[in-house]
T-cell receptor
Framework: GAVVSQHPSWVICKSGTSVKIECRSL??????MFWYRQFPKQSLMLMAT?????????EQGVEKDKFLINHASLTLSTLTVTSAHPEDSSFYIC???????????FGPGTRLLVL | GDSVTQMEGPVTLSEEAFLTINCTYT??????LFWYVQYPGEGLQLLLK?????DKGSNKGFEATYRKETTSFHLEKGSVQVSDSAVYFC??????????????FGKGTKLSVIP
């Protein structure tokens, strides 16, 4: 149980375009979802925390207008990288927590390459 | 603020060797502690966790004991396998009860096991 999926797993896009990444909890309801960014050989950097039905809370230094997060249901959150640039190339990972628990379950990640 | 410090990697071991990856933390209150594992090209998987002092988390031959007196949560395995090669992340959640799920991660320790 507690499976989280992400789609797509790989995306290559041109500079200036927008990319949407989906995060789904497949077998549980996730009140809270998290979005992380991971640079090569580094730890995860929390970008934002989203609760179903409310606006996401962004970490300091993360541009909310550039990284749009929507958590429309208890099983789906989306991250849209708007007007992507090469410096946005990274590994984006989401995680989800069940309503009554504290353990975060992670998705497999989405590798974004902006040309 | 809360922080997690892991031993610097990479760590290279021969198959069947004993593994220890040190992790210490700084937190106010009584955090929950976690070890996550990341295999190449994948997202994070929860390896084990402990929610209160003196608890021992265990999974797949790995163990870690929550030591409040030394603020440590060292990961150990008696006999590593090539398939254990991965990056290991220590993490804490500052509150042990439901209501706050934000994780603070260590920088990760890369383990390579050679036949």
């Amino acid at each position: 149980g507690a499976v989280v999926s992400q789609h797509p797993s790989w995306v290559i896009c041109k500079s200036g375009t927008s990319v949407k990444i989906e995060c789904r909890s497949l077998d549980f309801q996730a009140t809270t979802m998290f979005w992380y960014r991971q640079f090569p050989k580094q730890s995860l950097m929390l970008m934002a925390t989203s609760n179903e039905g409310s606006k996401a809370t962004y970490e300091q230094g993360v541009e909310k207008d550039k990284f749009l997060i929507n958590h429309a249901s208890l099983t789906l959150s989306t991250l849209t990288v708007t007007s992507a640039h090469p410096e946005d190339s990274s590994f984006y990972i989401c995680s989800a927590s069940q309503t009554s628990g504290e353990t975060q379950y992670f998705g497999p990640g989405t590798r974004l390459l902006v040309l | 603020g809360d922080s997690v410090t892991q031993m610097e990697g990479p760590v290279t071991l021969s198959e069947e060797a004993f593994l220890t990856i040190n992790c210490t933390y700084t937190a106010t209150g009584y955090p929950s502690l976690f070890w996550y594992v990341q295999y190449p090209g994948e997202g994070l998987q929860l390896l084990l966790k402990a929610t209160k002092a003196d608890d021992k988390g265990s999974n797949k031959g790995f163990e870690a004991t929550y030591r409040k007196e030394t603020t440590s949560f060292h990961l150990e395995k008696g006999s590593v396998q090539v398939s254990d090669s991965a990056v290991y992340f220590c993490a804490l959640n500052p509150y042990s009860g439901a209501g706050s799920y934000q994780l603070t991660f260590g920088k990760g320790t890369k383990l390579s096991v050679i036949p």
